[in-house]
Structure formats: C-alpha cells, structure tokens
C-alpha cells in the first residue's frame, strides 16, 4: 500500500507540473488518501449514500482537512474523475514524451496501468452511479483515435466522424467488459485481439 501511494503521489505531482501548477507533496498526499477513501467508498455503496463523516472515517482525517481541499462531494467526486482521467491519460505518454498518438504502444501502456489499479479505475469505470469518469475516458480515446483517422486514406463512403465514434465508443465497452471480467487477458493479448479485430474487417452485413 505504501509502495502504492508513493508511486500515485509521484504521479500527481508530475500532472500538476504539466498543467503548470505547483503544489505541497503534502497536500497532494492528503488529497491522494481523501480520494481514495471516497472511491473505496463508492465501490461499497452508492454516491448518494456517501457521506463527508464516511470519507473522513475512512482516510483517517477529519471533516475541515476535506474541507480544505473540495467544496463538497460532488466537487470531490468531479476533482477525482478529472485527476484519475489525467493521470491514466499521464501513463500511456512514452519515457520520453515523444507522442501521445494513439498507437499499439499507448494501448497496451493504457491496459497496463489499468491493471496496476484495478482497484480504483474498476470503480470508476463500472459504477452505475458515476457515468462521467466513463464518458470522459471515451473522449479522450476518441480525441486520439480521430487524429489517427483524420491521417488515413479511408474507402469511399466511409465518414471520418462515425468511424472515430464507433472505435471510441468500441474500445471504451472493450475495457469496461475487461474490467468487469477480472481482466481474463493480459494488456498484451488485450490490444493484439483489437488489432486482429480491425484488421480482419468483419462483415457483418
């Protein structure tokens, strides 16, 4: 769990950074454990249920330190959404940040984070009570796929806009099932099987 927290406060702090603001390893830690503590919460109940008092108990603090941090938990759950989507985002990006086009190479680093935090991104991404981590997620997938089609040389007929949808709103169900599954495959065989999917060109019609 140390080993755990240490990574993810690293990982904050390098978020912060690139969106060009600087922040107390401190507070970072302290929003790290209140964060955490909701979505554990969030994986036992639903949001409605949750309490500031529950949040509190769980991360061991007390009511002002959320306080100081989030407005609510609504702008608790919102702030989460947002830096969990960042910092998963964060990980596809190359060691040395060359691109972060959509590419085997992203696809398999997505997977792999996903699978090292199973425990926080399968309540995000499952829980019925907060589709807006979901939603966001397929956003972002789909601003990188529509840069890749927007650069290929696609058959007559075919509209760029439909074709970045469907993959987006496709690769978005294919994690989630992942997910929901116990994530049978490894990050690996994941995107090896999206790649023979599109490569073969099923016709369903």
Sequence with gaps: MLSFLLRNEQRMLDVFRKEGKTMDRRIVRSRQMIMQAFIGLLGEQEFERVTIQGIADRANVNRGTIYLHFTDKYDLLEQSVETYLMMLADSCVPEDGATNELSRELLIRAFTYLKEHAEIYGVLITN?????????????????????VNQMKLETGI??????????????GLIEWWVVQSMPYTPEEMVEQMARVLEARLQLW
């Design 128 to 148: 019925k009570g907060i589709p807006t981590f979901r939603h966001r997620m397929t956003q972002m997938i789909e601003a990188n796929i529509t840069l890749v």
């Design 159 to 172: 509209h760029r806009d439909v074709l970045a949808q469907f993959l987006s709103v496709s690769i978005t």
